[in-house]
Structure formats: structure tokens, C-alpha cells
């Protein structure tokens, strides 16, 4: 009798990671790093214009901690650090080893510092991964109540024009594994309009003080524009 084939064995597929699970090792090289110069300069040319004083901070959505590390370098105590990704707060424990700063494993619609602090930070369209505008309002009075009174909070988003219908970006990152497989990482952002962002900030205990357009990244399609915001806490 001929011998039976044997079906050849399927190379197994690993599904989706979390994001963020296997960029976090590539993200300073391929993005971070690029991010950081710009919203360092964005952020300095705001503090200037604004006098935001600099005594204690928390960044939200700090991913591998480079604003972390230039928060401590300026000398500002406390800096926390915070991040839902276990990968890219490795990381960013790594960057600050020796620094002081700390850091804490929290998703920010459920954001809990140990006390307030007179500046948060939230870059490089963190927010953008809140998929629903009543998920943009917790975070705002979130904010609100991690600020000391007369607090200020930068944050950052990737917007759509208000006339356009609300968007939901999915973009897939491919990864392939040293065994011939390959995973993905599934990033899904939302882009707001302004309006949405001041609707979410209303009854939040914040007052938004300045909204710019900012340029130097590419943000993600449809005409989308980057605008970093400044809001304070009465
Ligand atoms: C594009 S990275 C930006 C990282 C950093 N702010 C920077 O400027 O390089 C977005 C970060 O937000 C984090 N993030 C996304 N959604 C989050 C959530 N709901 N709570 C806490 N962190 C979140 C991700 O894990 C990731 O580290």
C-alpha cells in the first residue's frame, strides 16, 4: 500500500499582541527618539509662554520614559511615569534607573496618583487610543483631580476637521518571530475633533487655556492635524 501523506504541519500563527507587547524594544529607534525632539520643543515653547511652573509632574502614556528622564534632568521632584503597557514601562524603568523617578501600572480611565501634582503631561497622541468620547471625559476630570489647584495639563492629539464624520484608525503592525512566525500588534486610535476634545474637557474642573496646531510628525490620515493643548485647573 502507498503510504498516506501526511498533511504538512501548519506553522502556528500567533494572534494579536497587546500594543506596544513587542514595539516597545524597537520604539525609541524607529519613533521615540524622533517624537522626543519635537515635543520637547513644542512643550519648552509653551512653558515659556505660559510660565508653567515646574515642582512635581506625571506623564501619562509615558511609554519608554525619555520625557520622564527630561523632567528629572530639569530637576523636577517628584516625576511619575505612568503606562498601561508592562513592555514599554520596562523600559522606561531602564532609562531611569539612577533618577529617582517612579512609576506606576495603571490604565489612564482609571488613573489614581498618590497625590496631586502641579504639571501632567499626556504626548504624542496617548489619548488618541480612548475609543469613545465618554472614555476622553473620565480621563479630563481624571486630570482634574490629579492636579493641584492652578495646575497645568499638555496633552497632545491627532484631530479630524469637525464638519468630518468621527474615525476609528487600526493599524496593524507585523512582526515577525525568529521561528519563521509572525504576530501583530493592533494599534486602534480614534481621531477627535477640537470640538469633541473642549466638549470632553467641560464639567472636568479644567479650563483650556491654548490649542495649537502642531507640525514636524506625520499624523495619521484624512486630513488629520496635530494639536497639542494647554489646559489648567482652576
Ligand atoms: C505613542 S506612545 C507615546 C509614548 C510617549 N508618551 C512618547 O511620547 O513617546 C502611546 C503610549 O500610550 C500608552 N497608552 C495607550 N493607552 C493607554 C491607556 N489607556 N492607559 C495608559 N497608557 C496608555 C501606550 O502603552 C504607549 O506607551
Same mark, same amino acid.
Given at each position: 500500500?502507498?503510504?498516506?501523506?501526511v498533511?504538512?504541519?501548519?506553522?502556528?500563527?500567533?494572534g494579536p499582541?497587546?500594543?506596544y507587547?513587542?514595539? @516597545?524594544?524597537?520604539?525609541?529607534?524607529l519613533?521615540?527618539?524622533?517624537?522626543f525632539?519635537?515635543?520637547?520643543?513644542?512643550?519648552e515653547?509653551l512653558e515659556?509662554?505660559?510660565?508653567?511652573?515646574?515642582?512635581?509632574? @506625571?506623564d501619562?502614556?509615558?511609554g519608554?520614559g525619555?520625557?520622564?528622564a527630561?523632567?528629572?534632568?530639569r530637576?523636577?521632584r517628584?516625576?511619575w511615569?505612568?503606562?498601561r503597557?508592562?513592555?514599554m514601562?520596562s523600559?522606561?524603568? @531602564?532609562?531611569?534607573?539612577?533618577?529617582g523617578?517612579?512609576?506606576l501600572?495603571q490604565?489612564?480611565r482609571?488613573?489614581?496618583?498618590?497625590h496631586?501634582v502641579?504639571?501632567?503631561t499626556c504626548q504624542?497622541?496617548?489619548?488618541?487610543y480612548?475609543?469613545v468620547p465618554?472614555?476622553?471625559?473620565?480621563?479630563?476630570?481624571?486630570f482634574?483631580r490629579?492636579?493641584?489647584p492652578?495646575?497645568h495639563t499638555v496633552?497632545?492629539m491627532?484631530?479630524?476637521p469637525?464638519g468630518q464624520?468621527?474615525y476609528?484608525?487600526v493599524?496593524?503592525?507585523?512582526?515577525?518571530?525568529?521561528?519563521?512566525?509572525?504576530s501583530y500588534?493592533?494599534h @486602534?486610535?480614534r481621531?477627535y475633533s477640537?470640538?469633541e476634545?473642549?466638549?470632553?474637557?467641560?464639567g472636568?474642573?479644567l479650563?483650556?487655556?491654548?490649542?495649537?496646531?502642531?507640525?514636524?510628525?506625520r499624523?495619521?490620515g484624512?486630513?488629520?492635524?496635530?494639536?497639542?493643548?494647554?489646559?489648567?485647573?482652576?
Amino acid at each position: 500500500m502507498p503510504p498516506t501523506p501526511v498533511p504538512p504541519t501548519p506553522v502556528p500563527t500567533p494572534g494579536p499582541v497587546p500594543a506596544y507587547a513587542r514595539t @516597545a524594544a524597537v520604539y525609541d529607534e524607529l519613533l521615540g527618539d524622533r517624537a522626543f525632539d519635537h515635543l520637547r520643543a513644542v512643550f519648552e515653547e509653551l512653558e515659556g509662554r505660559h510660565r508653567i511652573p515646574l515642582t512635581s509632574a @506625571a506623564d501619562i502614556g509615558c511609554g519608554t520614559g525619555t520625557f520622564v528622564a527630561y523632567l528629572r534632568a530639569r530637576g523636577v521632584r517628584p516625576v511619575w511615569g505612568v503606562d498601561r503597557s508592562p513592555h514599554m514601562l520596562s523600559r522606561a524603568l @531602564a532609562k531611569n534607573r539612577a533618577n529617582g523617578a517612579r512609576f506606576l501600572l495603571q490604565d489612564l480611565r482609571a488613573l489614581r496618583l498618590p497625590h496631586q501634582v502641579a504639571l501632567l503631561t499626556c504626548q504624542f497622541d496617548t489619548l488618541n487610543y480612548l475609543l469613545v468620547p465618554t472614555e476622553l471625559r473620565t480621563a479630563f476630570r481624571d486630570f482634574a483631580r490629579s492636579l493641584q489647584p492652578g495646575g497645568h495639563t499638555v496633552f497632545d492629539m491627532v484631530t479630524r476637521p469637525a464638519g468630518q464624520p468621527p474615525y476609528v484608525r487600526v493599524a496593524r503592525v507585523r512582526l515577525a518571530g525568529p521561528d519563521g512566525t509572525s504576530s501583530y500588534e493592533t494599534h @486602534a486610535q480614534r481621531a477627535y475633533s477640537v470640538p469633541e476634545v473642549v466638549a470632553a474637557t467641560a464639567g472636568s474642573g479644567l479650563r483650556l487655556r491654548a490649542a495649537h496646531r502642531v507640525r514636524g510628525l506625520r499624523p495619521g490620515g484624512r486630513q488629520a492635524v496635530r494639536v497639542v493643548f494647554l489646559a489648567r485647573k482652576d
